[in-house]
């Protein structure tokens, strides 16, 4: 059966608030099985929303965020790796199985307001000299879908997140195809942390036909983060990203900032056509950090950072320790094609604390561009080692193997 949100007296204006109106159709239809609530053309505001079982939910209009931070509930959740006080999301799914979330429409978070208030906050903060922290800021993801399973997403378009996009924590046996992920990285305000994916602690899923633009990480592989997390979470594993095209961000594809046990990832096929870093792994002091078995292929890049295989942390991040182990084993990057690109990059290890090994680097060709570029996104703030131009950076891999890598020409 189909339920539509306007036979609930929804108002499709962007201005009357419809969070209770969606919600009791997504209430009335999970009394029967197969149930499917549409959100039509038109553009409907709303807080929080929360699906339930039996149900689909079908977005053919606009689904607006609300930017007042009261329609989201504080409550505990999954938070950049651990248990945390934070908003619930625009559209939440808890503990539920065989349900599909598609359409030809929107999600918009509305997130320009949030974004102000984070950079002012952040910007005061570093102005008095004091502390500042994601969590300081509350403001909502688009989607947070837990402990679910035997679902897909496709076709939707997902825009302007206060926060993250798209997490899922807990989740297996995933489908996402098709969505269209953005946020603004130009102009007065930038968006702040809207990662368009956020693949955390889950198995058997499958990304593919997808585009991502956003101000944060793109593809995020996740799963926990402090020097307890490897024992609290279950690996992330069995993850296939294929056939993406990857716009502006931090990371086309980022293991962490907050992960723990990663074990078989495969990307192929992918385009990266903005100012990215394709390769993107951050080591944390305060983590005990196995990456296992990873594949890159099939990869075309035009400007941006080939590599980049480092220590990390943020300003905006908590760190719960220091002096804690990471391994990077079998990682496979091979027929790659990049040009007009910053740089390179670099992988870098420091052992004992961070290894890497079982590195494969196969047929890779690396053009750089003719004139000095360095990364937008980064501010007075931000710090970072800058790459060299012309020269892929390697510093104490344990083990590794290079067939037909090229740097302008140039065989390493």
């Not at 939707?156 to 899922?168: A, D, E, V």
Request: hydrophobic share 35%.
């Amino acid at each position: 059966m189909e339920y539509n949100i306007l036979d609930y007296g929804a108002v499709p204006d962007g201005k009357t608030l419809n969070t209770s109106r969606i919600q009791r159709a997504i209430d009335e239809a999970s009394e029967y099985n197969d149930s499917t609530v549409i959100i039509p053309e038109g553009t409907f505001l709303s807080g929080a929303i929360y699906l339930k079982k039996g149900v689909d939910l079908q977005i053919d209009g606009t689904l607006l965020g609300s930017d007042d931070i009261s329609d989201y509930p504080m409550v505990p959740t999954r938070f950049e790796g651990h248990q945390e006080i934070w908003p619930d999301a625009l559209v939440n799914v808890d503990s539920l199985s065989s349900f599909t979330i598609k359409g030809k429409g929107t999600v918009d978070g509305n997130g320009l307001p949030y974004y102000k208030k984070f950079w002012e906050a952040r910007d005061k903060a570093i102005n008095e000299g004091l502390p500042f922290v994601n969590k300081d800021v509350p403001r909502p993801r688009l989607f947070y879908i837990r402990h679910s399973s035997d679902f897909s997403i496709e076709g939707i378009k997902l825009r302007n997140s206060g926060f993250w996009n798209l997490h899922l924590y807990d989740c297996k046996n995933v489908i996402v195809r098709g969505i269209h992920v953005s946020s603004p990285h130009e102009g007065d305000i930038r968006a702040a942390s809207t990662d368009g994916i956020d693949i955390d602690v889950c198995e058997n899923l499958v990304l593919r036909e997808s585009y991502f633009e956003v101000d944060d990480d793109c593809i995020c592989i996740k799963g926990g983060k402090g020097p307890k997390a490897h024992i609290e979470n279950k690996p992330t594993k069995n993850i296939l990203i294929e056939d993406c095209v990857i716009g502006f961000g931090h990371g086309a594809v980022t293991f962490g900032s907050e992960a723990c046990l990663v074990e078989n990832v495969a990307v192929r096929n992918l385009k990266v056509k903005g100012e990215n870093q394709v390769v993107r792994f951050k080591f944390r002091p305060d983590t005990n950090q196995s990456f296992r078995n990873i594949t890159f292929e099939n990869i075309e890049m035009t400007s941006g950072i080939v590599f980049a295989i480092r220590p990390w942390i943020s300003r905006q991040d908590e760190v719960y320790g220091e002096d804690n182990p990471s391994l990077i084993e079998n990682l496979t990057v091979r027929n790659v094609i990049a040009k007009d690109v910053m740089a390179p990059g670099m992988i870098l290890a420091d052992p004992p604390l961070t290894v890497i090994k079982g590195l494969v680097l196969e047929n890779i060709s690396i053009d750089t561009a003719k004139e000095e570029l360095s990364l937008s996104r980064h501010d007075k703030y931000e710090e970072e080692r800058s790459a060299l131009k012309d020269k892929l950076e390697m510093e104490n891999i344990t083990s590794y193997e290079m067939h037909n890598v090229k740097v302008n020409g140039e065989e390493i």
